[in-house]
């Protein structure tokens, strides 16, 4: 394992999806593009990200409420109605790429073991990838970590 690789050669480019969207389209992104992660925005401007595991926390607590242990009643719940009600804003872990209350972030030039060290102290699976003006290049996450060293 080479944890001195750069956090470049291995970050998935940035999917947007903007503040407000609802979790029906969020879901639909996340299928689309085949990803665990999307970079929320307003008017161009990163307001936080959302995973699956937050996507995955809004079925459980938002649209499964009243299964109440009943997993075959799961057939009759109105899910698309559920997610159409609920927000990206409600379910992102907010944050600024500059700011009070940054995002986890890490540079492409940057080794898998930063990356990683990041992770583990911020206590997040998945980090901004910052491009060399600035922006958002892409974001990383455990899964991609793991391939890096597969390969």
Same mark, same amino acid.
């Given at each position: 394992?080479?944890? =001195?690789?750069?956090?470049?050669?291995?970050?998935?480019? @940035?999917?947007? #999806?903007?503040?407000?969207? =609802?979790?029906?389209?969020?879901?639909?992104?996340? !299928?689309? $593009?085949?990803?665990?992660?999307?970079?929320?925005?307003?008017?161009?401007?990163? $307001?936080?990200? /959302?995973?699956?595991?937050?996507?995955?926390?809004?079925?459980?607590?938002?649209?499964? @409420? $009243?299964? !109440?242990?009943?997993?075959?009643?799961?057939? %009759?719940?109105?899910?698309?109605?559920?997610?159409?009600?609920?927000?990206?804003?409600?379910?992102?872990?907010? &944050?600024?790429?500059?700011? #009070?209350?940054? &995002?986890?972030? #890490?540079? $492409?030039? %940057?080794?898998?073991? =930063?990356?990683?060290?990041?992770?583990?102290?911020?206590?997040?699976?998945? *980090? *901004?990838? /910052?491009?060399?003006?600035?922006? #958002? !290049?892409?974001?990383?996450?455990?899964?991609?970590? /793991?391939?890096?060293?597969?390969?």
């Amino acid at each position: 394992m080479d944890l =001195n690789l750069q956090v470049g050669k291995f970050m998935r480019k @940035p999917i947007f #999806v903007e503040l407000g969207t =609802n979790m029906k389209q969020v879901a639909d992104l996340m !299928a689309k $593009e085949k990803t665990d992660v999307l970079v929320v925005r307003q008017k161009g401007k990163v $307001e936080g990200i /959302i995973t699956e595991m937050d996507l995955f926390y809004m079925f459980k607590n938002y649209a499964f @409420p $009243e299964l !109440a242990g009943q997993p075959e009643d799961i057939k %009759d719940i109105k899910l698309e109605k559920a997610m159409m009600s609920k927000t990206s804003k409600d379910f992102m872990s907010a &944050c600024q790429l500059y700011g #009070v209350h940054p &995002c986890l972030m #890490v540079g $492409e030039e %940057d080794t898998l073991e =930063n990356a990683i060290r990041i992770m583990v102290a911020g206590g997040e699976s998945h *980090l *901004l990838v /910052i491009g060399p003006k600035g922006d #958002v !290049a892409g974001t990383v996450s455990p899964s991609d970590i /793991i391939k890096a060293f597969l390969k």
